[in-house]
């Protein structure tokens, strides 16, 4: 079992539709949970990150942990063409278990006008 | 004003040859690294350099050697390439090895080995 799940999708939806992406995860070590988006023959960048368990919101971009079920979450609100891309989570442990990111296999999403 | 630059963008060569890519950040950040990105999109840790010491050495086989400069530069030489080795590679910086979670990616290089 990989460390990290993440379902490739894709996953289509219309737009003004709210997406929801997910993770789950097997190592309880894991402290720090992020959401990088990577469009097409782009490098990856970060949207957003989390530190333990509990919500963080920025603008139509909500990101949820749930550590007791391993569970990560980001919501779009209100999706855009624009936002059509490949979304990667990734997380990483504390100093006790080493900074490396490991990321999922990343869902793409395509937002239809 | 690019933060994380990759040279070449794309490399096409044959089998048995050798190679290199450059990257170069201009954030002013201690820490670096190189990932892969195989075909089916998964990104994959290879090495790290902090403060132009390695860091991270994941599992890769040795023909791929990574030097750094200085703290602006990581570069990796891949020697007696082969077919697996056809993928996308990225480097990244962050500020310090505490901060990894905020990792800021350059634009990749595209390697195709025949």
């Known amino acids: 079992q990989k460390e990290v799940e993440q379902d490739p999708g894709p996953l289509s939806v219309p737009e003004g539709a709210i997406v929801s992406l997910n993770c789950t995860y097997s190592?309880?070590?894991?402290?720090?949970f992020m959401w990088y988006r990577q469009y097409s023959r782009k490098g990856p960048e970060l949207l957003m990150y989390?530190?333990?368990?509990g919500n963080k919101e920025d603008g139509r971009f909500t990101a949820q942990v749930d550590k007791s079920s391993k569970y990560i979450s980001l919501f779009i609100r209100d999706s855009q063409p624009s936002d059509s891309a490949t979304y990667l989570c990734?997380?990483?442990?504390?100093?006790?278990?080493?900074?490396?990111?490991?990321f999922g296999k990343g869902t793409s999403l395509l937002v239809t006008p | 004003d690019t933060a994380v630059s990759q040279t070449p963008k794309y490399l096409v060569t044959q089998m048995g040859n050798d190679k290199s890519i450059k990257c170069e950040q201009n954030?002013?950040?201690?820490?670096m690294y190189w990932y892969k990105q195989d075909s089916k999109k998964f990104l994959k840790i290879m090495f790290s350099?902090?403060?132009?010491?390695?860091?991270i050495n994941e599992t890769v086989p040795n023909r791929f050697s990574p030097k750094s400069p200085d703290k602006a530069h990581l570069n990796l030489h891949i020697n007696s390439l082969e077919l697996g080795d056809s993928a996308v590679y990225f480097c990244?910086?962050?500020?310090?090895?505490?901060?990894?979670?905020?990792?800021?990616f350059g634009p990749g290089t595209r390697l195709t080995v025949t």
């Open positions: 990244a910086s962050s500020q310090d090895w505490d901060r990894s979670y905020e990792q800021y």
């Open positions: 190592n309880s070590a894991f402290q720090y």
């Open positions: 989390t530190y333990s368990s």
């Open positions: 990734a997380m990483m442990g504390g100093s006790n278990s080493g900074y490396a990111l490991n």
């Open positions: 954030l002013g950040h201690d820490t």
């Open positions: 350099y902090n403060n132009k010491e390695l860091i």
